[in-house]
């Protein structure tokens, strides 16, 4: 099925630990993002991609890194995973054209713990 | 200071009566979207609707209609005649920049919306 892809849904890390979240789009997308969501602070942007070679930093990038070397993959790697990275991560992407009003497609998120 | 703020952290509503969440946003942009988000208590994020700041008329799906105002810079989302199934986390979300921008969202904190049988 036609969509974004994350992996894995849940993860639990220890302290200085590292991993990297996959996201993978089937729809030809330009843009891709990873957002954080936690109670009460709605989804934060965490980094961005307008096309396979481009990323940028969000609002709270500090201790994320991506990279994008295909259109289809932008995956979000934990360097050293601290327990304030506690939080639910959704990837999202959409097409160039904004005016076309479909918003963003959205993963089914990875529920991420770090104790 | 926030693009996005809805107000309500949580609201409630009878079943098949109508209900407002309020969203205001802040841009300079003269050509922006704004879109409406579901979130169920399973997690998935579903798009509702979308306005574009060029649209002269409200946005209408289903249920769903976008109450735009330009000069207040308010979009708030009408839910009419509500389901138990529309008990969920709403936000409201902006994208700036169309005509050059990233095109990347920014998104409020949400409003929890329950409806009582």
């Known amino acids: 099925n036609a969509g974004v892809t994350q992996t894995p849904k849940f993860q639990v890390l220890k302290t200085g630990q590292s991993m990297t979240l996959q996201c993978a789009q089937d729809?030809?997308?330009?843009?891709m993002s990873w957002y954080r969501q936690d109670p009460g602070m709605g989804l934060r942007l965490i980094h961005y991609?307008?096309?396979?070679?481009?990323?940028d930093q969000g609002e709270v990038p500090n201790g994320y890194n991506v990279s994008r070397s295909t259109t289809e993959d932008f995956p979000l790697r934990l360097l050293s995973a601290a327990p304030s990275q506690t939080s639910v991560y959704f990837c999202?992407?959409?097409?160039?054209?904004?005016?076309?009003?479909?918003?963003?497609?959205f993963g089914s998120g990875t529920r991420l713990t770090v104790v | 200071a926030q693009k996005i703020t809805q107000t309500q952290p949580g609201m409630f509503v009878q079943e098949k009566e109508a209900v407002t969440l309020d969203c205001t946003y802040d841009?300079?942009?003269?050509?922006?979207?704004l879109f409406w988000y579901k979130q169920p208590s399973s997690g998935e994020m579903i798009f509702l609707i979308y306005?574009?700041?060029?649209?002269?008329q409200n946005a209408t799906e289903g249920r769903y209609s976008l109450n735009f105002q330009k000069a207040r810079k308010s979009a708030n989302l009408v839910i009419s005649a509500s389901q138990l199934g529309d008990s969920a986390m709403y936000f409201c979300?902006?994208?700036?920049?169309?005509?050059?921008?990233?095109?990347?969202?920014?998104f409020g904190r949400g409003t929890s919306l329950i409806v009582h049988p």
């Open positions: 999202a992407s959409s097409t160039r054209q904004g005016d076309l009003g479909y918003g963003y497609t």
């Open positions: 729809m030809n997308h330009e843009y």
């Open positions: 991609s307008v096309g396979a070679g481009i990323t």
């Open positions: 841009t300079s942009d003269q050509s922006y979207g």
């Open positions: 306005q574009g700041s060029y649209d002269e």
């Open positions: 979300a902006m994208r700036e920049g169309l005509s050059g921008g990233s095109y990347i969202p920014t």
